[in-house]
């Protein structure tokens, strides 16, 4: 997903020049939402905890989505990136307030360890003026924190696709009234469809059917933490593809963020503790034994 994600920033290079912001998300979550209602018909049926979860973080993604975008228009690019990115930080302090999650100090390491990459990445020093560009992309993060929570709260193995369906609906129904005000323009060039069907096939339906499917498999801050390799995947990209120079802070924000994955997935060794046959197994949380993963940011 961070693969694809990063991808997108290259791709939609061009494609602003023609097409606003709004304009393309609501040409990409059109396209997306088309291709998952058709090519998945039986995803539509779907118990009302599933159409509820995955309609509200749509609309969570959604409004992340057009705020970024939007915010861009008037905010350096570096700048956009590093704050979108601070969900990694809102995720794990957004996920303690509302559902009480005990974060281990590990993670709140790795926390603090992707937040340096990220700058790393994506922040440019002389561009450091707080304005209403910023201030939008600070609250798109904020989004994005919440959709990355609700989600690890309502998806299950069974639900993904239905999951990924109708989260699409709620993005999608975001984005088409955010572009409506201003007239949606519709891709018209082979090069725009090219970018468009890209972005709602392969970023948007594929990656809304991957997330839903992983999230009910891996805990909030630790998707958090791999979904914000999303930079460093850009400055591949971007490096690669773009012709962009390979910098110091580059080569040092990814190692961070790299860092920080290897931290967070790493699970502490588990002590074995001795029990008789006829004794009664230890609590979970009991000196000598260690929560599982599934409780380190989602337990409530």
Same mark, same amino acid.
């Given at each position: 997903?961070?693969?694809?994600?990063?991808?997108?920033?290259?791709?939609?290079?061009?494609?602003?020049?023609?097409?606003?912001?709004?304009?393309?998300?609501?040409?990409? %979550?059109?396209?997306?939402?088309?291709? %998952?209602?058709?090519?998945?018909? @039986?995803?539509?049926?779907?118990?009302?905890?599933?159409?509820?979860?995955?309609?509200?973080?749509?609309?969570?993604?959604?409004?992340?989505?057009?705020?970024?975008?939007?915010?861009?228009?008037?905010?350096?690019?570096?700048?956009?990136?590093?704050?979108?990115?601070?969900?990694?930080?809102?995720?794990?302090?957004?996920?303690?307030?509302? %559902?009480?999650? $005990?974060?281990?100090?590990?993670?709140?390491?790795?926390?603090?360890?992707?937040?340096?990459?990220?700058?790393?990445?994506?922040?440019?020093?002389?561009?450091?003026?707080?304005?209403?560009?910023?201030?939008?992309?600070?609250?798109?993060?904020?989004?994005?924190?919440?959709?990355?929570?609700?989600?690890? $709260?309502?998806?299950?193995?069974?639900?993904?696709?239905?999951?990924?369906?109708?989260?699409?609906?709620?993005?999608?129904?975001?984005?088409?009234?955010?572009?409506?005000?201003?007239?949606? @323009?519709?891709?018209?060039?082979? $090069?725009?469809?090219?970018?468009?069907?890209?972005?709602?096939?392969?970023?948007?339906?594929?990656?809304? %059917?991957?997330?839903?499917?992983?999230?009910? $498999?891996?805990?909030?801050?630790?998707?958090?933490?791999?979904?914000?390799?999303?930079?460093?995947?850009?400055?591949?990209?971007?490096?690669?593809?773009?012709?962009?120079?390979?910098?110091?802070?580059?080569?040092?924000?990814?190692?961070?963020?790299?860092?920080?994955?290897?931290?967070?997935?790493?699970?502490?060794?588990?002590?074995?503790?001795?029990?008789?046959?006829?004794?009664?197994?230890?609590?979970?949380?009991?000196?000598?034994?260690?929560?599982?993963?599934?409780?380190?940011?989602?337990?409530?």
């Amino acid at each position: 997903m961070a693969v694809m994600w990063g991808s997108t920033l290259i791709v939609t290079k061009d494609a602003y020049a023609s097409l606003s912001p709004t304009d393309l998300l609501a040409n990409r %979550f059109g396209v997306a939402l088309l291709a %998952f209602g058709i090519l998945m018909p @039986k995803a539509w049926a779907a118990d009302r905890r599933t159409v509820l979860g995955g309609l509200l973080t749509g609309v969570l993604f959604g409004l992340g989505q057009v705020l970024q975008g939007v915010g861009l228009s008037s905010t350096p690019a570096s700048v956009s990136g590093f704050i979108a990115g601070l969900y990694v930080v809102v995720t794990p302090l957004l996920g303690a307030v509302l %559902f009480g999650g $005990r974060i281990p100090r590990r993670v709140w390491m790795a926390v603090i360890m992707a937040t340096l990459g990220l700058a790393g990445l994506a922040l440019n020093p002389s561009d450091l003026s707080i304005g209403i560009g910023e201030l939008l992309t600070l609250a798109s993060a904020v989004c994005y924190a919440g959709q990355i929570l609700v989600l690890g $709260r309502v998806a299950a193995p069974r639900t993904a696709m239905s999951l990924g369906l109708y989260q699409t609906v709620g993005a999608a129904a975001v984005c088409l009234i955010a572009a409506a005000p201003g007239g949606i @323009k519709v891709a018209s060039t082979p $090069r725009e469809w090219l970018v468009v069907l890209y972005l709602g096939l392969i970023c948007t339906a594929v990656v809304a %059917f991957l997330q839903s499917w992983a999230q009910a $498999r891996v805990d909030t801050t630790r998707a958090a933490i791999l979904m914000c390799t999303e930079p460093l995947w850009g400055a591949v990209f971007g490096i690669g593809l773009g012709g962009e120079p390979l910098t110091v802070s580059i080569v040092l924000g990814a190692a961070a963020i790299l860092a920080a994955m290897v931290l967070v997935v790493h699970q502490p060794r588990r002590h074995r503790v001795a029990v008789r046959p006829s004794a009664n197994r230890a609590a979970p949380n009991q000196p000598g034994e260690t929560a599982r993963p599934d409780e380190l940011a989602t337990a409530s």
